[in-house]
């Protein structure tokens, strides 16, 4: 079965301050990860293959900084890995994002399965997957938990939902979110990250695509235009108490009470 | 085409220049200053770099007739025809929204044996339910809802589109946004509306400790996904007003790629969403065993544990009971955060609660900045004698 992983790099921290004066983000450098959701889709992909056969490609966009977590994934098995980048693809919302991938996709073989993680870190938007498919035009099954058989055809999953979870059989190709209880990733291994470090990650860039038109990506092709950025406002009422010679368990406990809680 | 043109000679200290862009998409090649697919365009380069060394060229965009969209839509979430309440929070919501542009509330409900439960949003004050009644949309099948909203988003034209941010509307609302090919904002924690019918998404974004305002200016339906407890639920009015408006749709249309084969029933838990009281451990919190007392105060108060997301990846709780963006989003009468920092995310998934109290022995620590009551304090200390007062309040005289 050849399967496709999407993955994404994401901020390796979610410390992100911003400056009350100047209203600018302050980020730690550089630093970054593969998103940890992501994780889960590669390791579903590489267990399918260890049991059925076939192929694993991961697939990113991002700037070329974001061939480190391609990298990653061929250390922990990964057999291909492409990356959509282009200035072009600057700016991209989600809409824009899905249609790119999607774009990209299409420049590479048949795929049985594709397989995102349930949402990013960065974003929690969890669009990307059910979008892409719409693209593509193939069925898509979000929040998947559990695999229960994997048939010739089609695949049958658990869809988590919320209170119940439903049994569904979907046919080849399809596209699933998987969520963080499906399976437990592996670690990344040295001798693979050895065998791997001179493996070629193919560049896909705008001209590459079959769709030729730019008004479909980055900013121009995202229908959602953030209007500015600010921080989250304080809550109104605050009271703080570091008073050292109050009783302070005490006004906690009649402040409750006084609320009606106790 | 918009695009963002540096212009070298106007950069006045390169390194500084650079450090501007939180995002990493300023690089230099070859002693000049370039932007790389890293950009979000979020033009703060061009507010505060030096001035004209960045510049934002924005073409304009022909424009829409935002006046062949009118209404504001709610899809009904139900599983069986059994209602989830996040969908007459946004009854509620777009009740208001329509009313400043003078719209109508329009809801779209589609399943099964659906009527009766139908009858039940007219006292919720909605002007016209769309029913999908058929036996092919028994269970939730993505390409079959698909379809369905796609009919009805072609016959009602409506503006905007609010889809509860549920397993089911995470997933349908995408779909349906990308078949449109409009702005879909997940997860809104405040909406408003402009006179020209444009609606005002604000949520938490870029994964950090800042806010963003979008709006979906060219495109139309404008859609939003907003989570369980984060708007109002309007009072349920005695007199049922609205009409019920029964939909067809061509059967050739529900066929669908995927079978159900079942759909299985979780066992009930005391979900930390429909919990009035909760308390919250947070990394302050420094032994797993430590956790009783958190326990005994929630049992104590009537209420539910909770935990940060630093507590689930330590394995010491369900993943279910990790409040935050990542996990679930809670609006109980009083939470008592003890040793939770607060970061953004999480704060983003419980600062609606009607009374937010927060222990932390870290003065700066950013929770003091929503909590109603901030108390500098060791939990260590201040717990066991919270809770002993409460049991002797509660002792016979």
């Keep these: 079965m050849n399967i496709l992983v999407c993955i994404k790099q994401v901020p390796g921290t979610n410390k992100v301050e911003v400056d009350p004066v100047t209203g600018v983000l302050k980020r730690d450098g550089v630093d970054s990860k593969m998103n940890p959701y992501d994780l889960y889709a590669l390791e579903t992909a590489l267990k399918l293959k260890e049991a059925h056969g076939g192929s694993v490609t991961v697939i990113s966009m991002g700037p070329p900084q974001a061939k480190q977590i391609i990298m990653e994934a061929f250390a922990m098995g990964a057999d291909e890995g492409i990356l959509l980048s282009d200035r072009k693809f600057g700016g991209s919302d989600v809409l824009a994002t899905s249609y790119t991938l999607s774009q990209g996709v299409a420049q590479l073989g048949k795929f049985e399965l594709i397989l995102c993680g349930k949402q990013t870190t960065d974003g929690d938007t969890a669009q990307v997957g059910p979008e892409m498919a719409e693209y593509l035009n193939i069925p898509s099954i979000s929040n998947v938990k559990k695999l229960i058989e994997i048939g010739d055809s089609h695949i049958t999953v658990e869809m988590d939902m919320a209170n119940t979870v439903e049994i569904a059989k979907v046919p080849y190709p399809c596209l699933l979110t998987v969520d963080k209880d499906i399976c437990q990733p592996r670690l990344p291994s040295y001798v693979k990250k050895m065998e791997t470090k001179n493996r070629e990650i193919k560049i896909i860039s705008f001209n590459d695509l079959g769709d030729q038109d730019e008004k479909k990506y980055g900013l121009n092709g995202s229908p959602t235009q953030v209007q500015r950025i600010f921080p989250p406002e304080a809550n109104n009422h605050r009271e703080l108490w570091n008073d050292a010679a109050e009783d302070i368990p005490e006004k906690l406990f009649n402040k409750i009470k006084e609320l009606k809680f106790v | ?397």
């Design chain 2, 1 to 397: 085409m918009s695009k963002l043109i540096i212009h070298q000679d106007k950069i006045t200290n390169i390194k500084e220049f650079m450090a501007v862009c939180p995002f990493g998409a300023l690089e230099k090649n070859n002693g000049r200053v370039e932007v790389n697919s890293a950009c979000k365009m979020c033009g703060l380069c061009v507010k505060k770099g030096p001035a004209g060394a960045a510049e934002l060229l924005k073409e304009e965009q022909a424009g829409i007739d935002k006046s062949a969209w009118n209404g504001i839509a709610v899809y009904v979430d139900h599983v069986n025809g059994d209602i989830h309440p996040v969908t007459y929070e946004l009854i509620g919501k777009a009740r208001e929204l329509a009313d400043k542009v003078n719209h109508k509330v329009y809801c779209i409900f589609m399943g099964n044996k659906i009527g009766d439960s139908a009858a039940g949003l007219l006292h919720y004050g909605v002007d016209e339910v769309y029913v999908y009644d058929y036996e092919e949309l028994d269970h939730f099948k993505i390409d079959a809802y698909t379809a369905v909203f796609e009919d009805f988003i072609n016959k009602i034209k409506p503006s905007s589109i609010l889809v509860g941010a549920t397993s089911v509307g995470r997933q349908l609302a995408p779909r349906v946004a990308a078949r449109f090919r409009t702005g879909l904002t997940a997860d809104c924690t405040i909406l408003d509306i402009r006179e020209n019918t444009d609606l005002v998404q604000i949520r938490p974004a870029f994964g950090g400790n800042i806010m963003a305002e979008i709006m979906t200016p060219n495109a139309r339906p404008q859609m939003a996904t907003v989570r369980y407890k984060v708007m109002n639920s309007p009072e349920r009015k005695a007199e049922p007003a609205g009409r019920i408006i029964s939909c067809k749709i061509g059967r050739e249309c529900l066929e669908s790629k995927i079978d159900v084969l079942g759909v299985v029933e979780k066992p009930k838990e005391n979900l930390i969403e429909n919990a009035d009281v909760l308390v919250v451990a947070g990394r302050g919190v420094r032994a797993q065993e430590d956790l009783k007392l958190i326990k005994e105060l929630a049992d104590l108060l009537g209420g539910e544990i909770a935990c940060t997301r630093p507590m689930i990846e330590a394995g010491w709780f369900d993943a279910k009971k990790q409040i935050g963006l990542s996990g679930r989003t809670v609006r109980p009468k009083l939470i008592i955060t003890c040793g939770v920092s607060g970061s953004v995310q999480f704060a983003a998934g419980m600062n609606n609660s009607d009374y937010i109290f927060a222990i932390n022995k870290d003065e700066k620590a950013s929770i003091f900045k929503i909590a109603h009551y901030g108390i500098v304090g060791d939990l260590y200390d201040i717990l066991p004698k919270l809770i002993e007062k409460i049991k002797v309040s509660r002792r016979p005289a």
